[in-house]
């Protein structure tokens, strides 16, 4: 069953501790895109994290519902290791706090060009 579509290249999903709320990490969109599960199931489009980096997996954190994230820095340099492992490609961590917010925290923890 399709819940949702419209996504460039949808590249990590994962749920809140919660149950309530979806997250689905979309690479070439930049940005995480955050639904709420309804009682029946199914999706409701809650907001978009925009986070300026081609965001990969998503890791949530179970005591505090703060989203993990690996990502590359430069989408075109990402693209370019897809194909090729010896083209450099810079990664980062993200941490984001408060994720079901409309303005959610986002941290840079880790980063390497």
């Not at 149950?19 to 489009?45: C, H, I, N, P």
């Not at 990502?71 to 290791?81: A, K, N, P, T, W």
Request: proline fraction near 4%; charged fraction near 20%; hydrophobic fraction near 35%.
């Amino acid at each position: 069953t399709i819940v949702s579509d419209g996504f460039e290249y949808a590249n990590g999903i994962a749920i809140s501790p919660n149950g309530q709320f979806v997250y689905v990490a979309d690479s070439v969109r930049q940005a995480v895109v955050v639904y709420r599960r309804r009682k029946t199931g199914s999706l409701e489009f809650s907001h978009m994290i925009e986070t300026y980096s081609s965001v990969d997996n998503i890791n949530v954190d179970p005591r505090n519902g703060d989203l993990w994230i690996g990502s590359g820095i430069r989408l075109i340099d990402l693209m370019e290791f897809m194909k090729n492992a010896s083209h450099p490609c810079g990664s980062q961590v993200l941490r984001i706090q408060n994720p079901e917010a409309e303005n959610p925290s986002i941290t840079e923890m880790y980063s390497d060009d």
